[in-house]
């Protein structure tokens, strides 16, 4: 197996190098040292590796970074994934899964969002360059029969993530006895996945590879392409207010709250409709906030030193 990551300094690369340091204990897993937009060396070292099945992670994350550096999500996510999606027509891959995100639903309000809703109306270029994404992989998938799937991500959370993200936020500031910033007045719901959840989901849509003309029930499987898109996440929303609650129950102590309004490029409530996900795999682990958040405040407490 191989691993293929720029480590760049958008958070701390001292967490991705702790991250990559568990992956190397894992016998036969190789690192590579690159960056999507490097074409030679992506190209390289994808043909080195003769991977049978390919998972695209990689990204420039997060909404609120792109109103600060929209090129970064440019290259990152358009040019990046363009490049990847070109150096796998050489030796295209039994199966080839993308990373995209639940923000592509943009401002639909029909809820739960299910994968054969239009997406065509993002509210952040984060979701912007993740919507090019999945139609450059269709693309692809049609010209030259690389089976592909897009994986819509619902906010995961858990151990070892990233320190934008709100988990990590909140346990710092809370801890430091700092004030919390709560967009949207805490009055935003969303479809929260713990990541150990999410990994499961992957492990077994990886063999699930699409097919041409044979879809299953609630299929967004393409007309024209092996290609389908699936939504991973538990199907249940969580008030953010109950989230932070459930964050200070773990800690052992209460948030300072800073109400502020609804940030631009967020959205007030994300649900998956989970009913393709199980169609394709069966039941998944559904791991409930509360076990979930405590796995993560027992790492975050250990990683930093929070005892």
Request: net charge negative.
């Amino acid at each position: 197996m191989t691993g293929y990551d720029g480590v760049t300094d958008y958070y701390d690369p001292a967490l991705k190098r702790a991250r990559l340091a568990l992956l190397a204990r894992e016998q036969g897993f190789v690192a590579v040292a690159g960056m999507l937009e490097d074409t030679a060396g992506l190209s390289a070292a994808l043909a080195r590796s003769e991977a049978e099945i390919v998972v695209h992670l990689a990204a420039q994350a997060g909404v609120r970074y792109s109103l600060e550096a929209p090129q970064s999500y440019v290259q990152s996510n358009v040019v990046g994934t363009g490049n990847l999606l070109e150096a796998m027509r050489a030796a295209p891959p039994r199966h080839f899964l993308f990373a995209s995100t639940s923000s592509v639903y943009g401002g639909n309000t029909k809820l739960p969002f299910a994968e054969t809703d239009r997406a065509d109306g993002p509210v952040s270029l984060y979701a912007a360059t993740k919507k090019a994404g999945e139609a450059m992989v269709h693309s692809y998938a049609h010209l030259f029969g690389i089976p592909s799937t897009c994986l819509r991500f619902f906010t995961v959370y858990g151990p070892w993530g990233r320190p934008d993200m709100a988990p990590i936020k909140f346990a710092t500031a809370i801890l430091d006895g700092r004030p919390i910033d709560v967009y949207g007045h805490g009055r935003m719901q969303r479809d929260f996945t713990y990541v150990d959840d999410l990994v499961a989901a992957i492990d077994r849509l990886k063999d699930v590879v699409p097919e041409l003309g044979r879809p299953v029930a609630h299929d967004s499987l393409s007309a024209v392409a092996p290609f389908r898109v699936v939504n991973i996440a538990g199907g249940r929303q969580t008030e953010l207010m109950d989230f932070i609650a459930t964050i200070e129950a773990a800690l052992g102590q209460k948030a300072e709250l800073n109400m502020l309004p609804m940030q631009p490029g967020d959205v007030v409530a994300t649900q998956s409709d989970t009913a393709l996900l199980r169609e394709l795999v069966g039941q998944l682990p559904e791991t409930p906030v509360k076990t979930g958040v405590a796995r993560f405040v027992d790492w975050f407490r250990d990683y930093y030193g929070r005892a």
